[in-house]
């Protein structure tokens, strides 16, 4: 427990030099008042952390004195200390800003609790105020949503630097949740197309015989039920950026179509005749090892050669340290705030509960997270409590584990981080929907009533 500098206003001389020794001896400084006039002039001194505050006292009573804490030193914590038979005091107090109260008589060992209490709050709302100094960091820098302060990111940000500027094809890999997109939007962001659109499509999530039409756009009467002539993506994309996410699920056809229409900058649509241009940049994503499909024959060599310019790596949660800490804030903000509820912190236990997770869907599962969390959270914080849905971590290596019972468990534990969003399961799990239907099918899985 850190130590802090503690103020006891209390008329009662043998009440304030019986805290002060108490608080002493547990290394805490302290300072005395008799009054709330004395306690003010104190306060624009030393660097208080908290003050204990008698409410009843003659002349400024507590009440007042916490009112004048809040206008003139509001983060300084109070703790308000009163009778037993006037609780109804204390909890106006709390109404009025106070952070705890502490009921006469008391002993050592209630009011260290709850000095234990305050420093761990005062820890808190350190490190938020650092989150919210690297958020503002962040957004300042031109990365609003993509947040990380480890050095993994680090890397990831001085890479986006790196190739904004330099007008050439990028491919951004890493595992499904990592926030490939957020990078490639930050790219454009820094770009000189920055003024341009940015198109994106995820190429894995459109079947292959309407991908076609997404990308190259068509004709009207191109094929049944073309009633009007349509642009794709590519034309969309004029001046500004294309991002193909999940490119390395494109059949060999459509990467001989992409790969004529990326060095000429020009294609047909379907069903036409007439050449269209289209000068776009080109940024890829993929969850996929590129290089090894390749090797399998799945994707050309030209076609990988030509979208490889320049690669990012996003890094998974995992290895990500103290990041897990910084997005679980700016989650519970931003939930916070699209609800309506005030809620600003999770507590020491949530952040453990966080940090042992292995986060397999990475951020987008850290987001799905503290979403329901902050849904079902009754209270000003955050707790492991309401953390239950995350569970404990699947033993997919137990002793005598089929390989069945393993793909069952990890297919299941998805769906259900899900909410049985049977879309964003398969791209969490790296596989289309049809092939997530059959596993489900395979092992007899059921949503819960």
């Known amino acids: 427990m850190s130590t802090l500098n503690i103020m006891v206003v209390d008329d009662e001389e043998a009440m304030r030099e019986s805290l002060a020794a108490w608080l002493e001896s547990s290394g805490h400084e302290v300072g005395l008042a008799e009054n709330g006039s004395k306690a003010l002039d104190l306060l624009g001194g030393a660097g208080y952390d908290l003050v204990l505050l008698d409410i009843k006292m003659p002349g400024m009573d507590g009440h007042e004195l916490l009112r004048r804490i809040r206008e003139r030193h509001p983060g300084i914590m109070v703790v308000m200390i009163t009778a037993y038979g006037s609780i109804e005091s204390a909890v106006a107090a709390m109404k009025e800003g106070a952070n705890d109260y502490l009921l006469k008589p008391f002993d050592p060992k209630q009011l260290m609790l709850l000095i234990e209490k ?18 503002s960091e962040l957004e300042g820098a031109g990365f609003k949503d993509l947040i990380g302060g480890s050095e993994p990111m680090r890397a990831v940000f001085r890479r986006i630097e790196e190739v904004a500027q330099a007008d050439i094809p990028v491919l951004i890999t890493g595992e499904t949740g990592t926030g490939k997109e957020l990078v490639a939007r930050a790219i454009h962001a820094r770009s000189v197309r920055n003024c341009g659109p940015f198109v994106a499509i995820n190429c894995g999530a459109v079947p292959e015989q309407l991908l076609e039409s997404e990308l190259f756009g068509h004709e009207r009467g191109a094929f049944t039920g073309a009633v009007r002539t349509r642009i794709g993506r590519l034309e969309m994309a004029d001046r ?3 991002f193909l996410d999940e490119v390395g699920e494109i059949s060999a ?5 992409l790969l004529r229409a990326l060095e ?23 969850h996929r090892n590129m290089q090894a499909l390749v090797e399998a024959g799945r994707v050309r060599s030209d076609f990988f050669y030509r979208i490889n310019v320049i690669s990012i790596h996003v890094p998974p949660l995992k290895e990500r340290g103290d990041d897990i ?18 809620l600003q912190e999770l507590t020491p236990s949530a952040y453990r ?16 997270v503290i979403e329901r969390a902050v849904v079902v959270s009754r209270g000003p914080l955050i707790d492991a409590s309401d953390l ?4 404990p971590e699947p033993e997919a290596t137990k002793s005598g584990a089929t390989l069945k019972e393993v793909e069952a468990l990890h297919v299941r534990r ?4 899900c909410d049985w969003n049977v879309s964003r399961a398969s791209e969490i799990l790296g596989i289309n929907r049809g092939t997530l239907t059959r596993h489900i099918k395979k092992h007899e899985l059921k949503k819960p009533c």
Request: glycine share 6%.
């Open 118 to 135: 305050m420093a761990n709050q005062k820890e808190m709302m350190a490190e938020y105020r650092l989150v919210r100094t690297r958020l």
């Open 240 to 242: 500004g950026s294309l």
């Open 253 to 257: 056809q459509m990467q001989v179509n």
């Open 264 to 286: 000429e900058k020009r294609f047909l649509r379907v069903g036409g005749s007439r050449e269209v241009e289209s000068d776009f940049r080109l940024i890829c994503a993929t």
């Open 325 to 342: 800490t910084l997005l679980a804030r700016h989650f519970v903000q931003q939930f916070s705030r699209e609800i309506s509820k005030p």
């Open 353 to 368: 509960l966080l940090a042992r997770h292995s986060w397999p869907g990475n951020v987008r599962e850290l987001l799905n």
């Open 388 to 391: 239950t849905f995350l569970g």
């Open 414 to 417: 998805t769906l259900e981080e």
